[in-house]
């Protein structure tokens, strides 16, 4: 409605215009308000210059102290919103308890549908036999998997004893006795899957840092976990699954550690597997 056309008495309008204003607002109106009134009656010479200089002083003592009043309430909010942002950083970044958990040696990963598979690890007994169907699956699918582990003619399984406390002659027989489970496997999966798939397989002269099962690497949906190796294993390892649309970064990271891996191994002498 218009406010010329608003039958409402003048006394309520100005009372819902008052309501309708915040004190910040309120207190600038009166304040230029009293600064007009002041300079008319100077102007004017209505009244002794003494009053008016003293109306002068009052009208810009108040707004000096308002000035200071906003500074002291830009600093409160100021630090409302550091606390508000330092609080959102804090519940972004979370609890590492809730990133990390108990590996499973051969826990199911979900290889279906995979067309680059990329195993890395020590021995790789129970992954490769927990898995092997599905191996075996997606080989004859056409996919391409890579397994690197460590070389059972180098140093590396005496290396590996050693970290796992195995520190008594012959200690190293024990991952070499282990590893050969493994090479049969891969045979077998080679002589399965001939002429489909493509299986290659890196052994290394050295104990990796940590193990990984790499599903899709190279593609957006791409997934990598990581079991991270204990000194002197106690029974309970840590794993953490990373996703390339989610993790960028690390993601980024140990699929590089991955190549250079890969290019510190050399290829085996079996003709069965490439």
Do not use: C, K
């Amino acid at each position: 409605m218009n406010r010329v056309d608003d039958p409402r008495p003048a006394g309520s309008r100005a009372a819902g215009l008052l309501r309708r204003l915040t004190g910040r607002e309120l207190e600038a109106y009166l304040l230029s308000g009293t600064a007009l009134v002041v300079g008319a009656l100077g102007l004017l010479n209505v009244t002794s210059p003494d009053v008016v200089s003293a109306a002068t002083l009052a009208v810009l003592g108040v707004i000096t102290f308002d000035l200071l009043t906003g500074r002291r309430r830009l600093h409160a909010i100021e630090n409302s919103l550091r606390t508000v942002v330092d609080s959102l950083r804090t519940e972004g970044v979370g609890s590492v308890d809730r990133l990390l958990n108990a590996a499973v040696p051969g826990a199911a990963v979900g290889l279906a549908g995979a067309r680059d598979i990329r195993l890395v690890g020590v021995t790789l007994s129970r992954t490769i036999r927990s898995h092997l169907d599905e191996l075996r699956q997606q080989l004859v699918a056409g996919a391409t998997v890579r397994v690197a582990l460590i070389d059972p003619a180098g140093p590396a399984p005496e290396e590996a004893a050693r970290r796992n406390g195995l520190n008594a002659v012959g200690g190293g027989e024990v991952f070499e006795h282990r590893i050969q489970p493994t090479i049969d496997l891969l045979d077998y999966l080679a002589a399965q899957t001939a002429g489909t798939g493509r299986l290659e397989v890196r052994l290394l002269t050295f104990v990796p840092a940590f193990g990984m099962v790499m599903v899709d690497p190279e593609e957006p949906v791409g997934r990598i976990s990581i079991d991270i190796y204990s000194h002197r294993p106690d029974g309970r390892e840590a794993m953490v699954t990373l996703r390339a649309d989610r993790d960028p970064v690390w993601y980024r990271h140990f699929a590089r550690e991955f190549d250079r891996i890969w290019a510190e191994g050399r290829g085996r002498d079996d003709r069965s597997l490439t």
